[in-house]
């Protein structure tokens, strides 16, 4: 095992108090020369990197599916981070661990499938997954999906798991029962289907899911609360949620200890976040007034939460003036965009930049 020089161990603290919303700066650092710029791109750095500033990522931006263009996603930065997406036709559709699930419609009416690609901004790095092999006696009515990260001693950090292996977790319904299939990047395969045959007649596929501990759920349609895939054991299970709950007001999230929770916005302008405190049996841990805190075209009635960022604690709220975000701990709320999209999906990330050293030249860059 070789040991850092001197020098270097003054240089990558120098480094590791960047802040993560300002990572140009590693990106100058990086350009400086070859020596640092394999410094800043190891995997150590980016660890040691992650835990210096509490393993929380910041929020680079976020994918909004456009209406106008028929729901292919865009990018809408929020720092000076702008990924592009190149491969056409793709819907953003869920986020986590620095990865991006994509969607594509392929063909149209009954015999309409779903192209799935993973997409990782940060890299450029894209794989397609393949076409789900859909049992004949099944029709897919409705259904939702998941990226994770696939190392179990990741979980809870995710500090750099970008180089390792991903699962992506998918539920449909027919008109009978629910059922689930796992794919595995390791294997490139999808894995063995599990069913039950439960209640609910779709998903609210504009929401995300969310993954708490070793789980993930998804937000089905009012009546039926939401529906948790165990990961471990393959289980299908509905979880009832309070009766008051409307099917826009409110986002499933991940809690800070890794429960369960979600965040709901009611009529008087009162942001609520619950936490699961058994299977179904819920509290509320925090309640804030949003009147005095957001422009008052954002407190019209039709306001509604479409997404919140757990990680970075920032919700999107559409108000009749556009899309509005607001930060819980800066108490700042910002108008991002107008309404031209029907889905938003929050993407967090650390983001150190990687010269290819080994191929290029001093000041030929690339991100990673």
Not at 227 to 244: F, I, M, N, Q, R
Request: charged share 20%; with cysteine; aromatic share 10%.
């Amino acid at each position: 095992m070789t040991l850092p020089q001197p020098q270097d161990i003054i240089v990558e603290q120098i480094f590791l108090r960047v802040p993560p919303d300002d990572p140009a700066r590693l990106l100058r650092g990086a350009l400086v020369c070859k020596h640092w710029a394999r410094l800043l791109a190891h995997r150590d750095f980016r660890r040691r990197y992650g835990e210096r500033h509490g393993g929380l990522p910041p929020l680079l931006g976020f994918f909004a599916n456009k209406i106008s263009t028929d729901g292919v996603a865009r990018f809408v930065p929020t720092l000076a981070f702008s990924p592009v997406l190149r491969h056409d036709g793709y819907r953003a559709h869920d986020a986590r661990h620095g990865r991006v699930l994509l969607n594509r419609i392929m063909g149209g009416g009954s015999g309409a499938s779903h192209a799935l690609a993973v997409w990782d901004p940060v890299t450029d790095d894209h794989q397609s997954l393949p076409l789900f092999p859909w049992p004949p006696h099944q029709q897919l009515n409705s259904w939702n999906a998941a990226v994770l990260c696939a190392s179990s001693s990741c979980y809870g950090h995710h500090l750099d798991c970008r180089p390792g292996h991903f699962l992506v977790a998918f539920v449909g319904m027919d008109a009978k029962e629910m059922f689930a299939r796992v794919y595995s990047s390791e294997s490139a395969a999808w894995g063995n289907v599990t069913s039950a045959r439960l209640p609910g007649s779709h998903f609210h596929d504009k929401l995300p899911g969310a993954l708490a501990r070793n789980a993930i759920y998804f937000v089905l349609g009012p009546e039926h609360g939401m529906v948790k895939y165990d990961l471990a054991t393959g289980k299908l299970s509905l979880v009832a949620v309070p009766e008051t709950l409307t099917l826009d007001g409110w986002c499933l999230m991940t809690m800070e200890d890794g429960g369960l929770g979600f965040a709901e916005l009611n009529l008087h302008s009162t942001l609520t976040l619950w936490s699961m405190v058994d299977e179904g049996r819920w509290a509320v841990s925090r309640a804030i007034d949003l009147t005095d805190r957001l422009p008052v075209i954002a407190l019209a009635v039709s306001t509604c939460m479409v997404a919140f960022a757990d990680i970075a604690g920032v919700i999107f709220l559409r108000t009749t003036d556009g899309l509005y975000t607001y930060d819980l701990k800066t108490e700042q709320s910002i108008l991002v965009m107008d309404n031209d999209f029907y889905g938003i999906i929050p993407y967090a990330s650390f983001y150190t930049p990687v010269l290819r050293v080994a191929t290029t030249g001093e000041g030929s860059a690339s991100t990673s």
